[in-house]
């Protein structure tokens, strides 16, 4: 077989799917099919695929197959849809309906007042002085070291923060360490750019610092993400010892730190970020989503004083500034406390449906904290997660399957089940129960 054969190959196969007959996401044919459909050997096909995957056209799996690239990759794991008959614990959002008379107060708030220039015209910077302040209040009521409200960024959203940085901070064809199971929005960005995300195995407390400073070792990555605090999707919080200890090998390898604590106020206390110990290697980066409302997209990034201006002038030349609207509903809730009040709500929320969950859910192996907004569930040896996950589905239960969160998309026994966007409990209860049961159907077969 030539050696241009397989390229030959690969170019057809990447017009079939430039033309739709291969959708997004759909799997492919395997190699054996395919190279008796070509007139050539499985190998042929394997160095095609290969080629394909290189390119970034297709994605190959251990013992799943290959499959297009979805460019709506995070469709699959967070399913906003939500049917009355059907249970969504798919999406990781506050449990709105308690507090959406808040929200809709300071909206009518804001709508009733005087017209402001700064709120509709462009304004300076990549935000107002004062939205800032609030960031700064925020941040530091969960424990960052903030000294100035100008060494706070304002962002569309923890993702929009989170692109910015990967994009600014480390190039094409570079490695990016990421805990070996993350979120998989952080994944998307690192592929969409081109970057290689690389997994630091973790435990019960997270990220393994020593298996950190071998990867900084071996594979030189420019950026580090970690998510401190209920992360998604262990839910695993790291103590402050671990924190110490993760922010010395950032120090030692002098290599970028991006902290993503959008669930900070979920912990017990108040505890110390990695980024106070690595001020000038670290980006804090936070939201509002989770505590309050996704639909804001109010984030808040506090940057070393060394790069504030290149971040700034990075921003403004991408998005000009952010809308000051939703700033300014988020400022005033901030400013008058309540801001705090709906998170501890949340938060007391998202403990009592933990017990409802860990009552229902008794006797399977997960992961969890008391004020955790998600479980991680293993799934039981009878299970493969995928059919798993589409038979809940065919039962009108959503769940995000674990091969999402893993960094290079390896099959993983679990699943991610969010407790918070279903509103009612009597609701979330039927629901856990249609999951318990279906998790008990190949026990008892
Ligand atoms: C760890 C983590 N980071 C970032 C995000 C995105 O947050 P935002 O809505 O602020 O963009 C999420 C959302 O689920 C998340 O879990």
């Known amino acids: ?8 190959i690969a170019r057809e196969i990447e017009k079939l799917i430039e033309i739709g007959h291969y959708e997004e996401g759909s799997k492919l044919p395997t190699h054996r099919a395919l190279a008796s459909e070509y007139e050539t050997t499985a ?20 013992g799943r197959g290959s499959f297009v690239k979805n460019t709506s990759y995070l469709k699959q794991v967070i399913h906003s849809d939500q049917a009355e008959n059907e249970w969504n614990f798919s ?30 015209g462009y304004i300076e910077d990549t935000g107002s002085l004062a939205h800032k302040e609030s960031g700064m209040k925020w941040m530091q009521h969960y424990g960052l070291q903030v000294r100035s409200p100008e060494q706070v960024l304002l962002t569309n959203g923890a993702q929009h923060a989170l692109s910015t940085l990967i994009e600014l901070y480390s190039k094409p064809g570079d490695y990016v360490a990421v805990e070996e199971l993350t979120y998989p929005g952080i994944l998307s960005i690192i592929q969409a750019l081109g970057r290689k995300p690389i997994g630091v195995e973790m435990d019960e407390c997270g990220m393994l610092p020593n298996r950190l400073h071998e990867i900084c070792l071996s594979d030189r990555p420019s950026l580090v993400i970690v998510v401190p605090s209920h992360q998604n999707p262990t839910a695993s919080t790291m103590p402050i010892e671990r924190r110490k200890d993760i922010a010395s090998v950032i120090q030692k390898h002098s ?14 206390d108040v505890m110390a970020p990695i980024s106070n110990f690595v001020p000038e290697k670290s980006f804090y980066i936070t939201s509002l989503s989770k505590a309050i409302s996704p639909g ?3 984030g808040f990034v506090k940057a070393p004083q060394s790069q504030l201006n290149r971040l700034t002038s990075y921003i403004r030349t991408m998005i000009w500034h952010i809308s000051p609207i939703g700033f300014d509903v988020a400022s005033r809730l901030i400013q008058s406390g309540s801001a705090f009040e709906l998170a501890e709500g949340q938060k007391k929320i998202a403990a009592h449906r933990q017990q409802l969950a860990l009552s229902i859910l008794q006797g399977e192996t997960l992961f969890s904290q ?11 040896e009878t299970w493969d997660a995928d059919e798993f996950t589409a038979i809940a589905k065919e039962r009108g239960i959503t769940v995000s ?17 969010s407790l918070m966007a279903i509103s009612e409990d009597q609701h979330l209860i039927a ?9 008990d159907q190949r026990r008892s077969s």
């Open 296 to 298: 804001l997209r109010c």
């Open 43 to 62: 190998v042929t096909i394997a160095k095609a695929y290969k080629l394909l995957a290189e390119q970034g056209h297709i994605e190959s799996f251990v």
């Open 431 to 439: 629901g856990l129960q249609a999951l318990k049961s279906l998790l």
């Open 1 to 8: 077989m030539s050696e241009s054969k397989y390229r030959e």
């Open 370 to 380: 008391e004020t955790s907004y998600h479980i991680w569930l293993m799934l039981p």
């Open 91 to 120: 999406i990781l959002q506050p449990c709105f309906s308690r507090h959406l008379d808040a929200l809709y107060r300071q909206f009518g708030q804001c709508a009733s007042e005087p017209f402001t220039p700064s709120l509709f």
């Open 255 to 268: 290599v970028w730190l991006l902290e993503d604590d959008l669930y900070c106020f979920l912990n017990a």
């Open 401 to 417: 399957e674990g091969h999402f969160f893993h960094y290079d998309g390896q099959p993983i026994p679990a699943v991610r089940l």
